[in-house]
């Protein structure tokens, strides 16, 4: 038997935020970050609130990438301001964080009275999708740990567009990179589906249609527009269906190495593609892979012509949008790889999505991956199906 999950209610277009203005509350907790307040797009919210006299408090101090001491805090501070209304205003850090304080709390407080409040996310990158899934992901040390459970999911999610437009060139370029591989990552997954393929396919198009536009010129309202939504559906569709190794070796290389999420995963994107197409290209996920080459436009007259053109288009992307082709290009010093090569791995064998990938992987196959990334080099296995 098998489940498809439809959470959150989502509020999507121009404008979607007004829906803040039909909701009532007690007392609200904004969680948002420095950047939020700096561009204005927080005061879009509390503006709202001082206008239906709803009393609110601010926390503003969420790191990128949060880590526990980051949630500790927000425990604290939520814990002692009691909100019935909590909005996360920002990237997936922002929400993870929120999503991860909501639970911690609702953990300790299940012994007494006090109910959960309700937890609206607005993404303002084009990313995650962390505003429809059930995971959140926070650092402990250099390793990210992925909490998964149903009750992470946002009651509304809203996708309003305008709130993008101020990001910058390199994390439309990490962010949206980030959408196609959890589109990827789903499609081929060991738990795909018909609803999850449909979303993942849908999000997949949009990615090559719309992101270099947005990489172009931030303020193109529809392109805008089509990557967060295509953000929404990719994020609906892993969150059904799982991820899989890309996201396992991009969590520990970003982790340990501090590298942004969105472009750990652009690193490392294709040669994950092409080891899961097989060198023969005869695996389940070589068709589907050539199937989304055909959606694409692309020459796909056998499985083999499907992949190499998918596999081109995604480097092509990378290019177009001046981003690194091999994790040597992103400032990391050739011995300190090697010297953490074997924590790299052992982290990504033991990540969550690990178990999701179409083909199971052993540590000399994540080395080699990491090692083939390393150079990103045209040669390696994505080329060559490894
Ligand atoms: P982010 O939230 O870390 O934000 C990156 C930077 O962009 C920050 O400096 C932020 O202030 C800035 N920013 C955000 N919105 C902006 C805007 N509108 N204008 C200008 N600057 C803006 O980046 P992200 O890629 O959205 O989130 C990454 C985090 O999400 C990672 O920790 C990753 O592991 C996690 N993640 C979670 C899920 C999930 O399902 N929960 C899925 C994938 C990734």
């Known amino acids: 038997m098998s489940e498809f999950l ?14 803040l203005e039909q909701q009532s509350a007690r007392s609200a907790l904004l969680v948002t970050d420095k950047a939020m307040i700096e561009f204005g797009l927080a005061d879009r919210v509390t503006r709202i609130w001082r206008q239906r006299g709803i009393a609110f408090q601010i926390w503003d101090d969420v790191v990128a990438d949060p880590d526990i001491a980051t949630v500790v805090r927000g425990m604290k501070l939520m814990d002692a301001s ?10 997936g850090s922002v929400i993870d964080a929120a999503k991860a304080v909501i639970f911690a709390l609702a953990q300790m407080r299940s012994a007494t009275p006090r109910g959960r409040p309700c937890f609206i996310a607005i993404p303002t990158t084009s990313g995650t999708g962390s505003e429809v899934t059930a995971f959140s992901v926070v650092k402990a040390g250099v390793e990210k740990l992925v909490l998964v459970d149903p009750s992470l999911l946002p009651d509304i999610a809203v996708l309003d567009p305008s709130l993008t437009l101020s990001v910058p060139p390199a994390i439309t370029a990490d962010t949206g990179m980030d959408v196609l591989c959890h ?26 249609r719309y992101l270099p536009a947005c990489w ?10 089509k990557m967060h939504n295509a953000s929404c559906m990719a994020g609906i569709a892993f969150t059904n269906a799982s991820l899989g190794i890309t996201h396992s070796l991009a969590h520990a290389l970003g982790g340990i190495f501090r590298i942004p999420h969105g472009r750990a995963n652009a690193l490392l994107m294709a040669e994950v593609v092409g080891w899961n197409a097989g060198e023969a290209r005869d695996t389940e996920a ?3 892979y ?12 056998s499985t083999h012509q499907g992949v190499a053109s998918l596999l081109t288009a995604i480097r092509t992307l990378k290019d177009e949008m001046a981003m690194p082709g091999g994790i040597r290009d992103v400032g990391i010093n050739d011995a300190d790889f090697e010297q953490r090569l074997p924590e790299l791995v052992n982290q990504a064998l033991r990540d969550g999505c690990t178990p999701g990938n179409p083909r199971t992987p052993d540590a000399e ?5 990491y090692r083939q990334a390393w150079t990103g080099s045209q040669d390696g296995p994505a080329a060559q199906g490894y």
């Open 6 to 19: 439809l959470k959150p209610r989502i509020r999507f277009g121009e404008d979607a935020l007004g829906i």
């Open 365 to 369: 196959t994540l080395t080699h991956l």
């Open 183 to 208: 589109a990827l990552e789903a499609y081929v997954s060991r738990t795909a589906s018909d609803f999850t393929d449909a979303l993942a396919e849908k999000a997949v198009q949009l990615v090559f």
């Open 216 to 225: 172009r010129s931030g303020n193109n309202q529809q392109a805008r527009e």
């Open 82 to 91: 009691y909100p019935d209304l909590v909005v996360a205003l920002g990237g």
């Open 286 to 288: 070589a068709r589907k």
């Open 290 to 301: 050539a199937r989304l080459a055909q959606l694409l436009g692309l020459p796909a007259d």
